[in-house]
C-alpha cells in the first residue's frame, strides 16, 4: 500500500472512531455554559467556561485521534515482534507531538500536565523527550492583572505594601510568576502572584481530563490513565493554596537546619495568602548550569553530592519529599571561594511518605546494596508488586537481580542478552500490572529520582555518587528506627564505600 493511500484510509477511520468522543464533549460543553451564572456577577466565570469549551474541545480532539491512532497502527501486529516495536516507536512520537501541540495551545494546566507526564519513568521515552520542553516554557500575566491579585488579598495599593516592586516578571510558571520587590524595611524580597481566575480554569480542565479519561477508558479498555490524573489533581490542589507551600517550606527548613550547605528562602507569614507567597530573595543559577559552575569555579561533583544527599535525607530520613526537583527549582549559590549553597525553591508539592513504607523503602535500598535478591524479592511482597521486584535493581541501580559483581559497574554482555530476551516478553498488560500495584509513595520517589538522575547526568558526575550517597541516608534513615541496627549499619556503609570506590578506580 501507497504511503499516501495509508495514512488516508488511517484519518477516515480516525475519524469514525472519535465520532463518540466529539458527541460526548459536546454535551460537556454545553453543560458548562449552561452552569455559567447570569448577569454581572457571573460574566467572568462565563468567560472562563467559555474558554473552557474550546480547550476542552481542542483536548477531545486530540486525546480521540492519539487513542484511536494506537489502536488502528497497531491493530493486526504481533506483541513483542521487531516490526511492532518499530511502528510503536513511530506512535508514540507521533502521539506525543500532538500532545505537545495541545500543551502548547491549552496553556495553564495542560502545560503543567505534560510537564507531569514528562518526568514519569514509566511512561516511553518518546514522551519525555518531546514534552521534557514543557519545563521551561510559561507566559506571564499582564503587570495589571498581577496588582489587583495582590491588592485585593491584602486590600492595600501596592505602593503600600511594597516600597519598591518590579512590574516585570523575573520567573513565569504554567500557575504562578515571580517579581522581585522590596519592603519599606529595605529587605529584598521575591513575591510570587497566581494567575487570576487559575482556580476556575482548573476546576474545569480537571472535569475535561477526567471525563477523557473516563471516556477513553470506556471506547479502549486497554488503555487506563486514572491513577495518573488522581496523583495530577492532588499535586494541583495542593500547589494553588500558597498557605501549604509556605508551611512545606518552613518545615523543610526545620528538617536541614543544621546544614549549612542547604538553603531555604524564608517566608513572610503576614505578606503570603492562599494566592501570593512573599519570601525572602535568593540569587542563583539553575543547578545544572555547567557554564556558571565553571564561571565561579565551583565543582560540579559537589554539587551533585550535595543535591542527591538533600534528596537521600527527605526521602529516607524525614519522609517528607519535594515533588518537583527539576532543575529551575533548585539554584546553586556562590559562597566565594568555590564554596556554595544549594537554594530550594517551589515547596507547593510534597509527600509525607508512610512510616513504614519508608522503613520498607530503606531495607529495600539495603538488600540493593548487599545484592540480596531474596530480600528483594520479600520486600516485593510488601509493596504489592510480587513477581515483579526482580527489576528494582533494573530501576534503581541499573542491574539485575542476579548480578553479583561490584556495584556501580556496567553489566555484563550475557546480562544484557538475558535482560534483553526478558524485556522483550513483557507485553502491556506486564507494565499497566506492575506500576497500578506500585504504593502512591513509590510513584512518587519513581518520579522524583528520575528527575535527579536527569541532573546528576547533565552535570557529569558518576552514576556510583549516587548510590553512595543514597547508601549513607539509608542507614541514618534505619537508625532512626532502631539504634540497635547501628552497628551494622556502620559496617555496610564500609563494606559499600570500598566497593565503590574500587569501581571509581577501575573506571578511571
Known sequence: TCPNAERTIRASMLRRRR???FLAAAAAGAALVAAAPSGDSGRSIGSTL???????????????FVVADYKYSLKGMATGSADYRVKLSEV???SAKKLLKLCEANGGFYVKAGQFVS?????????????SCLQDQATSSDFQDIKIVIEQNFGKKINDIFLEFDEHPIAAASIAQVHRGRLHNNREVAVKVQYPGLEQRMKIDIMTMSFLSK??????????????LVEFERSMSMELDFTKEAKNSERTASCFRKNSVIKVPYVFGELTTREVLTMEFCYGHKVDDLDFLRRANINPAKVAKALIEMFG???FVHGFVHGDPHPGNILVSPQGQGKFSLVLLDHGIYRELDENFRINFCQLWKALILLDGKKILELGEQFGVGKYAKYFPLIFTGRTIESKSVLGTQMSGEEKRRL???????????????T??????FLVILRTDGLLRSILGNLGVPRHVRLLTYAKCVVHGLEKQSKMESGKSTLIIIILSYSLTLCDIVSH
Not at 420 to 434: A, R, V, Y
Open 19 to 21: 465520532a463518540p468522543l
Open 50 to 64: 467559555h474558554h473552557g469549551v474550546a480547550r476542552s474541545s481542542r483536548a477531545v480532539y486530540t486525546i480521540g
Open 92 to 94: 508514540h512520537l507521533r
Open 119 to 131: 518526568s514519569l519513568r514509566q511512561v516511553p521515552k518518546e514522551y519525555t523527550s518531546t514534552l
Open 420 to 434: 534483553k530476551e526478558d524485556l522483550n516478553s513483557l507485553g502491556m498488560d506486564d507494565i499497566s500490572s506492575f
Open 436 to 441: 497500578e500495584s506500585l504504593p502512591p509513595d
Open 313 to 315: 535525607e527527605m526521602i
Open 215 to 228: 471516556s477513553v477508558s470506556w471506547i479502549f479498555p486497554d488503555y487506563r490513565f486514572d491513577r495518573i
